[in-house]
């Protein structure tokens, strides 16, 4: 058994699974059958659509499942360890057929809570089909492994899992280049084929009158609005529609991607959340640009966001466009606040207005959502953010082209920087240093006589009011702060797995 595991079988499934390429479950009544049978065993069980429901559970597992490369001895020799349940591709060392014409690349084992039971769900994969290995589960993991036989392909997927050491916990993963970059690939190629003419137009609008708005905002969202409505949408479709429009219409010159190191993103999770926009955000490198977050901002499934700066009546505002994989796609939800606002007082005005349906607890959740990605922005534009990528980030801008009119050309494909990777190094490093015999240490007594260990307190957001009678806000990061530690050189850093 190797593990961690590098897979590219997996990456290219997870490809696969952004290009649309998914099962249709209702082919697997075995699979539908369980799943209902642990329905009826619970009657507080809500799955208005089963088919769907595994959709969903099957992409969430497979973009956050740990690899390792299982052999022989571990598919046929039951260990002692218990699956805790997380998702995890077991990967085999070579192809097998259980007996069938179709040679399996490896398994993607998952859990579906549903009630009181649970439904496991091994999925032996090849490159061209699927086998679900449906069971459900009330007891242990033992206790199912006992009910097969050897021979049968569920009896040795079981037995891999009860040779599975406990993996490693890490923070969320980002995806390959190639899977965000197909994903973010069907974003604008939806905006394409929804409104072309407007695509087209926002281009001329941001040459001929970029003039008229702050230099900050490629094209207002009314103009873009205005466009929509041309182009024979109907009004409130153009309304809803003008956000996503117009922040994609502005990605695809400069297409810039910043993805924050996996460490610092866990750190910033840990951060108090701001109660207030800031009046500027040197984090929007470009005019646009788009942030993955693995393990999601409010909800697991919100995957990352597009930010922009929109002017509205010469009020300039923060555009987000949160994603979110749901019902078997992936769709964008636009939030829209102005700088320098309370957000809480902003949310609360936009719940009580008429038509709204706004409950308490989704307020929440929106404020949640602005307030992690307000983080990842404010931390990319620290100026103590390093940022490692193809040269230094900065908008797309006209160039002269035929009869030397000017011109903006569409990116061939996404740029992406990686921030955060030297503050990463450090937090890793010291979390081996911590862990080993000689790192711990005895901590010093506080004031109070508590004792705090030694650690390093990672780099941290502050507010703070600046500018001609204070009335600006940031959001600046203070630098690492060594509690209790002295100042000896950390050790080397572990290796990250790189992308494949």
């Not at 649309?20 to 082919?27: A, I, K, S, V």
């Not at 991607?257 to 996996?262: A, G, H, S, Y």
């Not at 957000?343 to 709204?356: C, H, M, N, S, T």
């Amino acid at each position: 058994m190797i593990y961690p595991y590098p897979s590219r079988i997996l990456q290219r499934h997870r490809v696969e699974d952004e290009r649309g390429l998914q099962f249709d479950w209702r082919r697997s009544p075995q699979l539908l059958t369980a799943m209902q049978a642990v329905i009826e065993g619970d009657p507080q069980s809500h799955v208005p659509d089963p088919a769907q429901a595994l959709q969903d559970a099957y992409a969430d597992a497979l973009h956050r499942s740990q690899a390792v490369q299982v052999d022989e001895q571990d598919l046929t020799q039951p260990g002692t360890s218990d699956w805790d349940g997380t998702p995890v591709w077991l990967e085999f060392d070579q192809p097998r057929t259980f007996g069938t014409p179709t040679a399996f690349e490896g398994a993607l084992v998952f859990r579906l809570p549903l009630g009181k039971a649970s439904l496991l769900l091994p999925i032996l994969l090849s490159k061209s089909a699927e086998w679900p290995l449906p069971a459900v589960v009330s007891t242990t993991l033992r206790d199912v492994l006992d009910q097969t036989t050897p021979g049968d392909p569920l009896h040795a997927v079981l037995t891999a899992l009860s040779n599975l050491p406990p993996l490693p916990e890490v923070p969320p993963q980002h995806e390959s280049g190639a899977t965000l970059t197909e994903r973010l690939s069907r974003h604008l190629q939806r905006v394409k084929t929804l409104a072309p003419q407007t695509l087209a137009a926002i281009p001329r609008h941001y040459l001929r009158e970029r003039a008229s708005w702050d230099a900050r905002v490629f094209v207002p969202t009314s103009l873009v609005a205005a466009e929509l409505l041309r182009e024979g949408h109907a009004e409130w479709n153009a309304v809803m529609t003008a956000p996503e429009v117009a922040v994609l219409g502005a990605w695809r010159y400069a297409k810039h991607v910043i993805r924050i190191d996996e460490d610092v993103l866990a750190s910033l999770r840990r951060a108090k959340p701001p109660t207030r926009l800031p009046g500027a955000l040197p984090g929007l490198t470009s005019h646009a640009i788009y942030v993955p977050v693995p393990g999601g901002l409010a909800l697991r499934q919100q995957t990352g966001f597009f930010a922009a700066l929109d002017d509205l009546d010469g009020q300039v505002r923060l555009l987000l466009l949160v994603e979110s994989r749901s019902y078997g796609t992936t769709f964008l939800a636009p939030i829209s606040l102005p700088l320098g606002a309370d957000i809480e007082a902003e949310l609360r005005a936009l719940a009580e207005q008429p038509g709204a349906n706004y409950s308490a607890e989704a307020v929440r959740e929106v404020h949640w959502n602005l307030a992690l990605a307000l983080l990842c922005i404010a931390y990319i534009g620290s100026p103590g953010t390093s940022l490692a990528g193809p040269g230094t980030p900065a908008p797309a801008h006209p160039r002269k082209g035929r009869g030397g009119k000017l011109e903006l050309t569409e990116a061939s494909g996404p740029r992406i920087w990686e921030a955060g990777l030297d503050v990463g190094e450090r937090l890793r490093a010291y979390r081996v240093r911590a862990a080993s015999p000689q790192g711990g240490g005895d901590g010093q007594s506080t004031g109070s006589g508590r004792t705090m260990p030694p650690h390093l307190r990672a780099p941290h957001p502050h507010g703070y009011w600046t500018g001609p009678g204070r009335n600006l806000y940031e959001i600046r990061f203070l630098d690492f702060i060594p509690v209790n530690m002295d100042q000896e050189d950390l050790p080397e850093a572990p290796v990250r797995l790189s992308d494949l």
